[in-house]
């Protein structure tokens, strides 16, 4: 029976990369080989009686264990010391409380106030903050490729670049923070997504013209989907260095850089 | 107003019914974002006393926003039936709980104070009802609504097929069509979610899945989940739609954020009973879920149980097929973790039935929320046993559009094992024509999406 097809070695089954445990005829097993692999679903898993395959359970679980450790690990000391971020932290203490209490997250902590003052240089065109967000490994797989892309485009284009600065246990809006403190033109938060089951290592980019505290989410633009198998970290950061670029010229972001005006700029 | 509890020792006075039905919640992070939770357990127990010694009056005359600057308050407070409300207008909130779990009150019973509750009113008793209160109350509630087949008979739990592809592609939507229905799923719908809210794509999507249907005798009704403005265009232009979809919140600020209002509801409902394909009467499919107000920043003071209640308060307006809460989507800032979505989803799907909508769930949660699938599988149990109309089911739990995970479409046969359940009559016997459903249980071929080719 279908239900048991792992029990009988000799039965058909379909490879794809695991046994779907389906057992029908050849044509419906060349059928089934091509929706499996078409679809980014998770499609043609087969059952055990009314319940998934074991294997089917398991790949999920993994999956999804991937997901949970990204959310729940944290951004090595390797990485900030490679590109000399400056360490700062938001107001929340824990993870759980990162997950609770998003406003914490918006908000610096006294001492990272003040290691901002101290440390970084103040009234640049563009503030650079990464934050580890819903996921470290974003931060982990594409700010070593990221980011150095992004410092020589905009190095390229004469534009000033701040120290960067990487906040932990940062929500999007934290930029506004860090850009009104430091009076930076513009500010930029490379920030990891929520995970899915498919990669845990996308990243955003969030950017902001003249960062206040309070201001709000339309006035933000967003590069998303950031990761090899979305938008590459090398690409996207010669997409950012020409938003960038966009925004100090209209002085604007969000739906207050909306594409007529855009246009309208590249023409005059 | 100063508000006593009931009962000397504790001692506490509140403000406002408003404070005391939002210190009454269970605990949600939701409420905590918000700054109005209880600031003890002790306090939401005070909150308790005294929203459980509140007349039922106290709560019709205190709608949590004014009627004069909220129109779902209108619309709520205008469908009241006043000889009905005259009846049990004295009641206390805990004299409406007894009622609710008396023994001897059943579907008929509640259905003859129904037209006299407000959703203030259920969220009220729904604070003061523990997990088996609401599944026992649930489970004696039978909502049904018809469209082209039937959901909330006696006997059914019914699945919605939600084939959703990152890219809209309609021939991998139709393959995790073929394979939801191998499964069993999707007599209550095949609702597609797409990624791009256009009239292109929208119709698109529902001409692929009215096709499917049709060529396959399916008896099931589709449905393209993009804003009901973009819905309205496609099938202005001849899209094949079975079902109008929308979001709904609870105030007026918060439907304004998701672009709606009661006149464009009252215009799509005016559309869908004029243009959709399907046989009705039943054409309206609405989401739902605690906290969504307070992420539009439009709660207006108000706790997220009690806007939910006022979601279900609108959506009655429109005489639903289907209604669900999409519980554990919007992040462990309003529902922490398995045990708060849980409770949730039990509040949710009583609040929803005890409204007189044929109210079902979408059991789920994400990857940054304190929960898994053992979580979700322990709601669909809890839920099935309490009568919920339907869930919703995705291939192998997890869907890659959206970003979370739901019921799997394996979770339909288990269920309906467990709780000897089948889908709604009519889809059980196309799943025996097409020889995957015997005698209660899946056939060998069930769980191959190639029967259908």
């Known amino acids: ?268 | 107003m100063a508000i006593q509890t009931t009962t000397p020792a504790a001692g506490d006075r509140f403000d406002s019914v408003v404070e005391v039905l939002a210190k009454a919640n269970e605990g949600k992070t939701g409420d905590e974002l918000a700054g109005i939770a209880a600031d003890s357990d002790a306090e939401r127990v005070a909150a308790k006393r005294a929203l459980a010694g509140m007349r039922l009056e106290t709560l019709r005359e205190n709608p949590v926003v004014p009627a004069d600057e909220d129109e779902v308050t209108r619309v709520i407070q205008e469908a009241v039936r006043e000889p009905i409300y005259d009846e049990i207008k004295d009641w206390t909130v805990a004299d409406l709980r007894e009622h609710l779990v008396a023994t001897g009150t059943g579907e008929r019973e509640i259905a003859a104070i129904r037209p006299g509750l407000t959703s203030e009113m259920i969220a009220a008793v729904t604070k003061l009802m523990s997990n088996l209160d609401l599944a026992l109350v649930t489970s004696r509630m039978e909502v049904s609504a018809r469209c082209n087949t039937t959901v909330g008979e006696a006997g059914t739990l019914s699945f919605r097929l939600q084939p959703n592809d990152p890219a809209d592609d309609v021939s991998n939507i139709i393959d995790a069509t073929r394979e939801g229905l191998s499964y069993g799923a999707g007599d209550a719908v095949i609702g597609v979610n797409p990624v791009q809210d256009s009239v292109e794509t929208t119709t698109r999507i529902l001409e692929a899945t009215h096709e499917f249907i049709e060529e396959w005798d399916v008896p099931t009704q589709n449905c393209c989940l993009s804003h009901v403005t973009t819905q309205m265009d496609a099938i202005r232009e001849g899209a094949p739609a079975d079902l109008v979809f929308q979001s709904l919140a609870g105030t007026e600020a918060g439907n304004d954020e998701f672009g709606v209002d009661v006149d464009l509801l009252d215009e799509a409902h005016d559309l869908a009973q004029r243009r959709c394909v399907s046989s009705g009467p039943n054409v309206m499919y609405f989401e739902t879920g605690q906290g969504a107000e307070l992420s539009g920043d439009a709660h207006e003071g108000v706790d997220q149980l009690t806007l939910e209640a006022r979601c279900y308060g609108l959506a009655k307006r429109y005489d639903p097929f289907l209604v669900n809460t999409v519980v554990g989507f919007i992040g462990p800032e309003y529902l922490y973790d398995g045990r708060q979505v849980i409770r949730a989803g039990l509040e949710d799907v009583f609040m929803g039935q005890l409204h007189g909508i044929p109210m079902g769930i979408d059991a789920c949660y994400t990857n940054h929320m304190q929960a898994d699938q053992n979580d979700i599988e322990n709601l669909a149990v809890l839920l099935a046993a309490a009568g919920a109309n339907y869930f919703i089911t995705v291939p192998m739990g997890d869907d890659v559009m959206l970003n979370y995970q739901s019921n799997s479409y394996h979770d339909a046969a288990a269920l309906w094992e467990l709780f000897d359940l089948g889908p709604a009559p009519a889809f059980r016997e196309w799943l025996a024509e097409m020889d995957l459903w015997l005698e209660g249980r899946l056939t060998e071929r069930a769980g191959d999406p190639t029967i259908f080719t």
């Open chain 1, 1 to 268: 029976m279908a239900s048991d097809s792992h029990s009988d070695p000799d039965e058909p089954t379909v490879e794809n990369g695991s046994e779907v445990g389906i057992d029908t005829d050849a044509e419906s097993n060349e059928r089934l080989r091509r929706i499996v692999e078409r679809n980014p679903t998770r499609l043609g898993v087969g059952r055990a009686g009314p319940r998934p395959t074991t294997e089917a359970l398991l790949e999920f679980r993994a999956d999804h264990g991937v997901a949970r450790d990204a959310v729940h690990s944290r951004v090595s000391d390797d990485l900030l010391e490679e590109f000399g971020l400056v360490r700062l932290r938001t107001r929340v203490a824990d993870t759980d409380q990162y997950l609770a209490r998003p406003d914490l997250g918006r908000e610096l902590d006294a001492e990272s106030l003040e290691r901002l003052e101290r440390d970084c240089d103040p009234g640049p065109e563009v503030q650079i903050v990464v934050s580890d967000g819903l996921s470290s490994s974003a931060v982990e797989a594409n700010v070593p490729q990221l980011l150095p892309a992004l410092l020589d485009g905009l190095e390229a284009r004469g534009v000033s670049v701040g120290t960067p600065v990487f906040v932990e246990f940062g929500r999007v809006d934290v930029m506004d923070a860090v850009g009104e403190e430091l009076e930076a033109d513009c500010c930029v938060n490379l920030i990891g997504e929520r995970p899915g089951l498919r990669t845990a290592e996308s990243l955003s980019a969030y950017l902001v013209y003249g960062p206040e505290r309070g201001s709000a989410t339309a006035k933000k633009s967003v590069v998303s989907n950031i990761h090899d198998g979305g938008l590459p970290p090398v690409e996207a950061g010669a997409e950012l260095v020409d938003l960038i670029g966009e925004m100090l010229d209209a002085e604007a972001s969000g739906v207050d850089l909306r594409e007529d005006d855009r246009e309208f700029r590249t023409e005059s």
